[in-house]
């Protein structure tokens, strides 16, 4: 069990979120305290993990490259993580206090060991300097950093039945193509690109050109077709808040809400999308709660038909069930 207390693990997932994610930290409040201790816990994990491979601290000095682990420090680093993962599984003492929230959630809500060593493959795809060539590359990277956290945090929601799960990625893979579209240029000023290759040829900007001033329209184009390939995942995602508790029904649609309206702004700014970073003003934020709520509340009466076949879907998933319908949560009474 861990050393430390509930309530210091619980105070510091609150100040990491905070500090971490606005935007998501503004609809983690919409659930109930069982569920939004989980959450917390669970974000608090992986900002850690994408903290210490990057060698920042909360996300400061994404853009300094200078401050960049070297590729050997980083993989030493990626090693440890995967080392207190399987600890923390084990059952034994953490006395990090990330690790020690993620035990706690993790045996609280039972959530796979392989969705947690498939967030930290993500990280590996970083420090391997992994390029990617289609959008399909693109994706699967998504699924790591992202879309496996849909997977964890449905778990955390009580969620467990395949289509949920795969609504559940589908969202975790809209947010990151929208934050890809949000930092093209950061990331290029690191050395990261996640754009696929071929569009960047078709655009006729070199990959080590993206942060330059004279290809920001080309470059407006690519974020635009990003946002727009986002929103069938967007779609699908609002279809799978039925299956969810009425509370994180509303937050989840929220934080939906909030991160597709980052992707409308980086799309509306086109080329001076990067001038600062694309956000959301206090006032629009919560007019998005607002209306995630409303959502939540028409989705007790919503009929959602099967997920699109030509979606990308996660590895390892299940045949999706032919039915369309409530899902299986939603039914039991959630």
Not at 79 to 94: C, F, I, S, V
Request: glycine fraction near 8%; include cysteine; hydrophobic fraction near 45%.
């Amino acid at each position: 069990m861990s050393a430390q207390s509930d309530g210091s693990l619980l105070d510091h997932a609150t100040q990491t979120i905070e500090v971490g994610s606005k935007s998501f930290a503004a609809a983690a409040k919409l659930f109930d305290p069982e569920t939004r201790r989980g959450v917390l816990m669970l974000y608090a994990w992986c900002r850690h993990c994408d903290d210490v491979v990057d060698g920042q601290e909360l996300g400061i000095n994404h853009a300094d490259a200078g401050s960049a682990q070297t590729p050997q420090e980083a993989r030493r680093q990626l090693e440890l993580l995967r080392e207190q993962t399987r600890r923390a599984y084990a059952g034994e003492p953490m006395q990090d206090r990330a690790f020690a929230a993620f035990q706690d959630v993790a045996r609280r809500h039972a959530i796979a060991p392989r969705y947690a060593y498939d967030h930290l493959a993500g990280f590996a795809m970083d420090v391997d300097e992994v390029r990617y060539e289609t959008i399909e590359d693109t994706l699967r990277y998504c699924y790591h950093v992202a879309g496996v956290v849909g997977l964890m945090m449905a778990s955390i929601m009580g969620a467990h039945d395949e289509a949920t799960l795969d609504r559940a990625c589908d969202l975790g893979l809209a947010f990151q193509l929208t934050n890809i579209a949000r930092d093209i240029v950061e990331d290029a000023r690191v050395g990261r690109c996640y754009l696929p290759a071929a569009w960047l040829r078709e655009a006729g900007i070199p990959r080590d050109e993206i942060a330059l001033e004279r290809h920001r329209a080309a470059l407006a184009r690519l974020a635009a077709r990003l946002v727009d390939h986002a929103e069938p995942y967007y779609d699908s995602a609002l279809d799978g808040i039925a299956a969810l508790p009425l509370r994180s029904a509303w937050a989840i649609a929220s934080a939906r809400n909030v991160y597709r309206e980052i992707g409308i702004v980086v799309k509306r700014r086109g080329a001076r999308a990067w001038d600062e970073r694309a956000g959301t003003s206090k006032a629009t934020k919560l007019w998005l709660l607002a209306k995630g709520g409303a959502g939540a509340l028409s989705s007790r009466w919503a009929r959602t038909g099967p997920r699109p076949a030509q979606l990308w879907r996660r590895p390892g998933a299940e045949p999706a069930a032919s039915s369309g319908g409530r899902h299986a949560m939603h039914a039991a009474g959630a």
